[in-house]
């Protein structure tokens, strides 16, 4: 099979495109995907400082890998959530892109360790506080990302997910009928009010297998496990679910998530309070620590204070 671009062999057939590609028109078809999506969702511009979370994983550091050869200024930060050897080979894999990446571009890598600073890994403190693993650990990433971008002055901090994760997340936000966080389901989140980084999203166009190619055929070594606290989830299996329809009907992905993006576009132009309005009237800082929060004390604090067992009290 012949690419489609120029006369070399092919190596992946995007069926979604009905496009077929040798390795350095795939390689460009990537990073044309991910600067539309940055343009069209206006994400940030070529001088704006960016933070990408990394975790080891073929998303985040494709992300960090193709921010820096669009020539962006991204920085990453891993946070390192003491599972065991899990997070020792995550960090292994993040700490030798990140020495390339310096070399390379002066990137540089914050790392947050929580048994260190919270005291103990994940998996304890989801059982101190009785929740699930996977909850408490996205509070507590949600937090420091924030809080990261935030101290070091970062424009905006960028995530890895992708478009399996993000149609995944919209079939589990509408099984549920969870219309509060279909509202926060966007490639770009503005920092609606103070203490909140601009959230952005730059590989929604892009489906795991398509990121899985990129990082081998540029030889980004990265972690191959998924964390052991994941199995199970119902977020892998809405991806098997949207991964047979998508065999069955290439584009299926596309299509839901795309269409769910472009449809609520147009709602929001009739809706007369706009998301940032809204977060405006609802946000305050938390008491304990000044991140916005809904409630006096933010779910962070909470947890934290329920992990130590010491009732905090707002000031
Ligand atoms: P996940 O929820 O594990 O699919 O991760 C989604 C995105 O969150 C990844 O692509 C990363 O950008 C970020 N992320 C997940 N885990 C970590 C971590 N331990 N440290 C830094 N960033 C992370
Ligand atoms: Fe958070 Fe696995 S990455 S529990
Ligand atoms: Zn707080």
């Known amino acids: 099979m012949r690419c489609r671009k120029c006369p070399r062999r092919a190596v992946i057939n995007l069926a979604r495109h009905r496009l077929a590609l040798c390795p350095a028109c795939f390689t460009d078809f990537v990073h044309q995907q991910v600067a539309r999506a940055i343009k069209r969702e206006r994400m940030f511009g070529p001088q704006e400082r960016v933070l990408v979370a990394v975790s ?45 990446a310096h070399r390379d571009a002066q990137a540089r890598l914050y790392v947050h360790r929580v048994p260190q600073k919270e005291g103990a890994g994940i998996r304890e403190l989801a059982i101190l506080t009785h929740r699930p693993t996977c909850s ?40 549920h009928w969870q219309t ?53 989830s119902k977020l892998l299996l809405y991806k098997e679910i949207l991964n047979q329809l998508e065999t069955a009907q290439p584009g299926t992905k596309h299509r839901f998530y795309w269409g769910f993006l472009e449809k609520r576009a147009h709602l929001q132009g009739t809706n007369n309070l706009s998301m940032a309005e809204y977060d405006r009237q609802v946000l305050t800082p938390c008491t304990v620590c000044g991140q916005p929060t809904t409630a006096p004390i933010c779910t962070y604090c909470k947890l934290m204070d329920r992990a130590k067992g010491v009732p905090v009290k707002s000031s």
């Open 136 to 175: 408490a650990c996205g509070t507590l990433k949600r937090y420091h990302f924030n809080r990261i971008a935030l101290e070091h002055h970062y424009d905006v901090l960028a995530t890895g997910h992708n478009l399996d994760d993000e149609a995944a997340r919209l079939l589990g936000n509408i099984l």
């Open 180 to 232: 509060e966080y279909l509202d926060k389901q966007a490639p770009t989140l503005p920092a609606s009010v103070e203490g909140f980084a601009r959230k952005v999203k730059p590989l929604y166009r892009l489906t795991e297998r398509e990121i899985a190619a990129y990082a081998v055929i540029n030889r980004i070594d990265y972690v191959v496990e998924e964390c052991p606290m994941a199995k199970g």
């Open 56 to 100: 080891g994983g073929k998303d985040s550091l494709a992300l960090w890998a193709i921010l820096l050869k669009l020539g962006y200024r991204a920085d990453a930060l891993y946070v390192d959530l003491g599972i065991g050897e899990y997070s020792a080979r995550s960090y292994a894999k993040v700490q030798a892109f990140a020495e390339q």
